[in-house]
């Protein structure tokens, strides 16, 4: 943690302005500065200038600087695809533990948030925002492109493999790590959700069956997300 100090001569008839987290923001209180910083000084002086007399604050604040948190993530990913994931999985914050994320997509000019769980249909960019406690922040990006891989995240702790591929009836995903409120998604190739389920793996039950019975043949895109990231696969339905 590092103090800093930052003087203000401010006039009492008309306060000053001062930037905070990269804005102008006009005072008209110093009550305004809480949370900001803290008052370590004060005193009020008399300036004499010819024919013309003023009143003015000297005001010394002490601020609290943290340490620089450290922020991660990828800037391009590529997914098969219609994959389904969760966006904050992919951010990893270090250093502070007060945060909040927040995404958007851009449409023409402006941004538009997104909730963090998103569907890839084409090639795009969703922008992140990390907002700290002393209301600092981050922004970036990640850049989705689609393409003809057929599995998003192959090292994925969970899932051991989802087979058949193709399938007819039934598919089986085998479970590697056993997770509580895991999300499963079944898309076709326009991006419909055609299945959605919630399940919670144990010891006793590390396979989950799938029917697929009465699913049309073609292609479809399996998005697994639990609290270790999202996991997406192409599966193929014959009959």
Same mark, same amino acid.
């Given at each position: 943690?590092?103090?800093?100090?930052?003087?203000?001569?401010?006039?009492?008839?008309?306060?000053?302005?001062?930037?905070? $987290?990269?804005? $102008?923001?006009?005072?008209?209180?110093?009550?305004?500065?809480?949370?900001?910083?803290?008052?370590?000084?004060? #005193? +009020?002086?008399?300036?004499?200038? %010819?024919?013309?007399?003023?009143?003015?604050?000297?005001?010394?604040?002490?601020?609290?600087? !943290? !340490?620089? !948190?450290?922020?991660?993530?990828?800037?391009?990913?590529?997914?098969?695809?219609?994959?389904?994931? +969760? *966006?904050?999985?992919?951010?990893?914050?270090?250093?502070?533990?007060?945060?909040?994320?927040?995404?958007?997509?851009?449409?023409? @000019?402006?941004?538009?948030?997104?909730?963090?769980?998103?569907?890839? *249909?084409?090639?795009?960019?969703?922008?992140?925002?990390?907002?700290?406690?002393?209301?600092?922040?981050?922004?970036?990006? &990640?850049?989705?492109?689609?393409?003809?891989?057929? =599995?998003?995240?192959?090292?994925?702790?969970?899932? #051991?493999?989802?087979?058949?591929?193709?399938? +007819?009836?039934?598919?089986?995903?085998?479970?590697?790590?056993?997770?509580?409120?895991?999300?499963? =998604?079944?898309?076709?190739?326009?991006?419909?959700?055609?299945?959605?389920?919630?399940?919670?793996?144990?010891? @006793?039950?590390?396979?989950?069956?799938?029917?697929?019975?009465?699913?049309? %043949?073609?292609?479809?895109? =399996?998005?697994? &997300?639990?609290?270790?990231?999202?996991?997406?696969?192409?599966?193929?339905?014959?009959?």
């Amino acid at each position: 943690m590092k103090n800093l100090n930052l003087v203000l001569c401010l006039t009492l008839l008309s306060f000053s302005s001062l930037i905070i $987290n990269g804005q $102008n923001s006009q005072l008209s209180s110093l009550n305004e500065l809480d949370g900001f910083a803290g008052i370590s000084e004060q #005193k +009020d002086v008399t300036d004499i200038y %010819p024919g013309k007399r003023s009143m003015s604050r000297i005001v010394v604040l002490s601020f609290t600087q !943290p !340490p620089a !948190p450290v922020i991660n993530h990828k800037t391009e990913i590529s997914l098969p695809k219609a994959c389904n994931i +969760d *966006l904050d999985t992919l951010v990893k914050v270090e250093g502070i533990t007060e945060y909040s994320i927040e995404w958007r997509k851009k449409s023409g @000019n402006e941004f538009q948030p997104i909730d963090s769980k998103a569907q890839v *249909l084409k090639d795009t960019v969703f922008y992140l925002l990390v907002t700290y406690q002393n209301k600092c922040s981050y922004s970036g990006s &990640i850049s989705f492109k689609v393409s003809t891989t057929d =599995i998003l995240n192959p090292e994925f702790r969970g899932i #051991k493999k989802i087979y058949p591929n193709p399938a +007819d009836s039934k598919i089986i995903i085998e479970l590697e790590e056993f997770n509580t409120g895991v999300k499963l =998604i079944m898309v076709n190739e326009l991006g419909s959700i055609v299945k959605e389920l919630t399940f919670n793996a144990n010891d @006793n039950q590390p396979l989950v069956e799938i029917d697929v019975s009465n699913q049309l %043949p073609g292609t479809y895109y =399996i998005s697994i &997300i639990s609290r270790h990231g999202s996991f997406c696969q192409k599966v193929i339905i014959v009959k």
